[in-house]
Nanobody, 123 residues
């Protein structure tokens, strides 16, 4: 079993930055790709970013490309999402997940999820 715990969410003004963390326990995540998804009120959960097991490859949703950066520290069993130039439409609950599939943007291919952290961007 793997437990994933997100942190770092909060309230920020438009144009600001936040750094989310996803700490894993129970088992190492170093052999797995990891991803970030988000869910806004009234919307389905959507892909944000994913990173391969070594951290050498990352993929982003068009809506966050150039503003968000996903990274990982396998020694700390932690994945990060640096969010810059935040917009009100980035307001959502952000979830991290683990997938055995390389660079998957499909939430159904993720087998473990955290509980989520709220990000609110005010205009």
């Amino acid at each position: 079993q793997v437990q994933l715990v997100e942190s770092g969410g909060g309230l920020v003004q438009a144009g600001g930055s936040l750094r989310l963390s996803c700490a894993a326990s129970g088992r190492t995540i170093s052999s797995y790709a990891m991803g970030w998804f988000r869910r806004s009120p009234g919307k389905a959960r959507e892909f944000v970013a994913t990173i391969n097991s070594s951290g050498g490859s990352a993929y982003y949703a068009d809506s966050v490309m150039g503003r968000f950066t996903i990274s990982r520290d396998n020694a700390k069993n932690t994945v990060y999402l640096q969010m810059n130039s935040l917009k009100p439409e980035d307001t959502a609950v952000y979830y991290c997940g683990r997938t055995p599939r390389f660079a998957s943007q499909n939430q159904w291919e993720y087998d473990y999820w955290g509980q989520g952290t709220q990000v609110t961007v005010s205009s």
